[in-house]
């Protein structure tokens, strides 16, 4: 199997070092050289060693291993604010609703909502845990240094937020549309207030994936309490929808090692979303591009 320039430039990019298997003519090869990334066969990817001093990213202060607070595991309830039920509202009206939303304590601090971003029929999306500081100043999610590398973990698998086919595309959102203060870690009420909103926002896109980023995210979604460790490398559902689990960008800028993990949960992602063609009754498959490299 040989990587093309373009594939070896992204998993470089992600901090990946590759070295290819020897040549086969077995399932998965390309006698063209023209397999998908995410598909290529057995790989040996090592991540890069932390560099000295790397940068942290504007979330640093959310430590990984600060415990998650405890959530209810039952059924979360409607706790939107009152007389607004997200569950009948079309994209502007949801749009409009989370901007003038005021259901927890983080409309006080907050710049602006983040809402979310992406094209509203993609086949993918992205949902990651909170805004930070410059995503809460911008107004779009992943923005910044976890951003870059989000979008190049993203190319990796023939995925981008530019303009294309639905196939390779991604709506991007947070379990919370505003930033916690100081970026501290999202409490379990904000969370359930919020939860809504992101329902709403998977029912309109109708994804095939879901790929969930980061601890906070996962364990929200998931109602568990389990390290991501444990819950990656399983096929999940959030609302009938096939979820995969992988690590937040920011972690995996200061954890380079877990970068070669990441990399299964991608490609782990790309083989469901292909497994979609005959196990989402949700959204059946129409003609279209799907993602392959060149
Ligand atoms: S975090 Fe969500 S529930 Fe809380 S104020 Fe913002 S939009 Fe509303």
Partial sequence: MRWSARQRAMLQAMGLRMWDAPPSSGP??????????AAAASPVLQAKAAAPGLARDERSERRPDSPLPERARGEVGPLLPEATDAGTLDWPALRAAVS??????LCESRTQTVFGTGNPDADWMIVGE?????EDRLGEPFVGKAGQLLDVMLHAIGLTREPGPAARQV?????LKCRPPGNRNPLPDELARCEPFLVRQI???RPRVILALG????????RSNEPIGRLRGHLHRYHGVPLVVTYHPAYLLRNPLDKARAWDDLRFALEVWRRCDTECEHRPRQAEAIPASE
Avoid: K, W, Y
Wanted: hydrophobic letters at 45%; a negative charge.
């Fill in 215 to 222: 601890r906070f995210a996962v364990q929200a979604l998931l």
């Fill in 203 to 205: 029912e309109l896109v």
């Fill in 130 to 134: 909170a805004p930070g500081m410059h």
């Fill in 28 to 37: 998965g090869a390309d006698p063209d050289g023209g397999e998908p990334a």
């Fill in 171 to 175: 709506f991007i959102a947070n379990t």
């Fill in 100 to 105: 003038s939303c005021r259901a927890c304590a």
